[in-house]
């Protein structure tokens, strides 16, 4: 027997008999497997367990409404009352808790980033077999390629590593740039020169990022002088990477403490180094983009849902010490991302999801304490700031 408690009648006060019910399996308005009860005299309702008991069902006391279960199939055994009821029970405490996962499961489908190990940012040694272990173990999605370790492997060799790497369901992130575009003409042509070969041994591996940072100033260049030669060095690196299927990442370097160690300022923030993206007119460049750097360019989250998926190729997440004003912060003192609370990082990661952000988020700490930790630790630590991090996610 199954009782309905009626708040609309007394409890001593008498049911009518002989409502029998014909039980299925439905949905209920919560989108859960329900039992729907169909009365003799017409009335029905279709209700999961957890909402019997919300709707008032009383199980136990015999109070209200009494429906009779009866089941077409002869093989069918009746359900007890106590079973029933402690079904019905577990089932409502089951709702109470996966309800809220099935939310924050929808809003998290949303996001298309995803966790980088850039082990040399937190003071950890480690080769590419080494960094794919520590990824699996503790895990982050995708590990900073080592260039360097690819670049004398067979096409082959290269192949078996890649399908290891899939196999182990980690990918990689963004790649360092190898050419010397911040020195002397000569530097930069003897790169260059080398860049096609690397760039291919790059698309083998699968990496279709790359990033690196520009200097917020220059000692004898002016700011126009110093733009042409990023936008005509930085244009031919570029066309390279467009061949091949790389995206360019360019980093801004925000505190004020670091503009003024030069004579002439540069580029230090977000759109003034779209700017130099746009001009060097390849499409295939955009932003390295790091909370640090938005932060102390005084950066704002209206500037960062401007930009598109395609304008952010990289992502570096950071705190900042707390008690310093954010014109006196200095480049290489962060903290691991929701440490302190200084910078708006749920603002930040939020303005990725709803770009559409899809590629790579790592941490760039540059925390002394952190690299002078044992390698575990030090990796555990990043992961559960990056965590964090993730549950700041809202939209």
Known sequence: ???????????????????????????CACVTPVLSCESKNGGA????????????????????????????????????????????????????????????????????????????????KANQRQALEYAVKYG???????????????????????????????????????????????????????????ASVLKQLGVKRMATW???????????????????????????FKDNG????????????????????????QLGMMELAEAIGTGNVGLLLDSWHWYTSHGTVEELIQLSNNDVIHVHVNDAPSGIPVDQQIDNRRRLPVTTGV?????????????GYDGPVECEPFEQELRKMEDNAALQKTIESLNRLWDQITV
Not at 8 to 26: C, E, F, I
Not at 148 to 175: C, D, H, L, P, Q
């Open 343 to 355: 910078i708006d990082l749920r603002g930040f990661i939020n303005a990725l999801v709803k770009i």
């Open 140 to 198: 982050f999605d995708s590990i900073t390629p080592n260039l360097g370790e690819f670049e004398n492997k067979s096409t082959m060799e290269i192949r078996e590593w890649v399908a290891t790497m899939k196999e182990r369901g980690v990918r990689y992130g963004a790649s360092g740039l190898p050419v010397g575009f911040r020195r002397d003409e000569a530097r930069f042509q003897r790169d260059l020169a080398r860049l096609p070969r690397q």
């Open 45 to 124: 309702g279709r209700f999961c367990c957890p909402c019997l008991l919300l709707a008032g069902a009383d199980f136990e006391n015999g109070i209200g409404e009494t429906i009779m279960t009866e089941f077409k199939s002869k093989q069918s055994k009746a359900i007890s009352r106590r079973t029933f009821c402690r079904s019905a029970i577990t089932a409502a405490v089951a709702l109470h808790f996966t309800k809220p996962s099935a939310e924050a499961s929808g809003m998290k489908n949303r996001v298309k980033f995803y966790k980088n190990l850039g082990h040399g940012h937190i003071g950890v």
């Open 246 to 269: 790389i995206q360019l990442g360019l980093e801004f370097v925000g505190p004020r403490t670091s503009r003024a160690r030069s004579r002439f300022p540069f580029i230090c923030t």
């Open 1 to 27: 027997m199954l009782h309905f408690f009626s708040p609309a009648t007394p409890n001593n006060q008498s049911r009518p008999d002989g409502l029998a019910a014909l039980v299925r399996k439905r949905t």
């Open 214 to 240: 520009i200097p917020p100033g220059h000692r004898e260049l002016t700011y126009l002088q110093n733009f042409e030669q990023h936008k005509k060095r930085l244009r031919e690196v570029a066309k390279v």
